[in-house]
């Protein structure tokens, strides 16, 4: 298992599936009450894909956040407190919830570096969570979708991969992926010897397909819940 040492400031990833389409109108809703909430340093909701990539394919009763925090008893206030968890246990029909310690990154959010900080040390064994983010470029859209069905497939043949689910936070060109590996070495198995991502990547450097891009690696240390009906780290 892979120990860490935490650093104040941490993570979480929260994915809440609703009964119905209607729980969109949550995106409008919540976002005021997300403001407010005290220790949030940076957080993002997304909707999210039907595939374990990003896709074209929405799932519109299925909606995640991802959020920064000052401190760990922030994120406890928040989930004790706050009007938008309390819709999560009152309402969702399934939710899953995790803290994670940021261990390395490089990129941006929307000209911002949420994770600018600290990094943990860690042993390097145990699970990995895994968020990846790009705002892609107009004029390559078409070619980014196009290659997005081989990629959704090796994600879904991976044996080291836990779980992975496509998001965005603006229809098409604003994407990401939240994923849970079973170590370092499984993630380094898809990134690099996986050749359907390995030459998608290339074709990402060689013709400049993002104007931003994320990519950041955490250790998931603490988790509640279910994810299509299973906890994933369990």
């Known amino acids: 298992m892979m120990t860490a040492t935490r650093t104040s400031t941490i993570a979480s990833f929260h994915l809440v599936r ?6 969109m109108r949550h995106m409008a809703f919540d976002r005021p009450l997300l403001r407010s909430a ?3 340093l940076f957080w993002r909701l997304l909707g999210t894909g039907r595939g374990r990539a990003m896709s074209l394919g929405a799932d519109l009763r ?25 819709r999560w246990r009152t309402e969702a029909a399934e939710s899953w919830h995790v803290r994670l310690i940021p ?28 968020l990846t983010r790009a705002s892609i ?13 081989p990629v959704d497939e090796l994600l879904r043949r991976q ?26 070495e499984a993630v380094r198995a898809f990134a690099y010897r996986g050749e359907a991502h390995r030459r998608v990547i290339e074709r990402v450097r060689a013709h400049d397909w993002y104007a931003e891009e994320l990519f950041a690696r955490f250790v998931p240390y603490r ?5 299509d009906g299973v906890d994933p780290l369990r």
């Open 18 to 23: 609703y009964n119905s389409a209607r729980a």
């Open 38 to 40: 005290d220790g949030l």
């Open 62 to 86: 299925r909606w995640a956040l991802f959020a920064f925090w000052r401190a760990e008893s922030d994120l406890e206030a928040f989930l004790r407190a706050s009007p938008v968890a309390a």
């Open 103 to 130: 261990v390395s990154w490089h990129g941006s959010w929307s000209g911002r570096e949420p994770l600018a900080g600290p990094i943990a040390r860690h042993d390097g064994e145990g699970s990995v969570a895994v």
């Open 137 to 149: 470029r107009p004029r390559r859209l078409v070619a980014f979708y196009r290659s997005v069905p």
């Open 159 to 184: 044996d080291g991969c836990l779980a992975s689910v496509g998001m965005g936070e603006w229809p098409l060109a604003r994407q990401a992926t939240f994923s849970l590996w079973r170590d370092r």
């Open 223 to 227: 988790s509640e819940g279910a994810w």
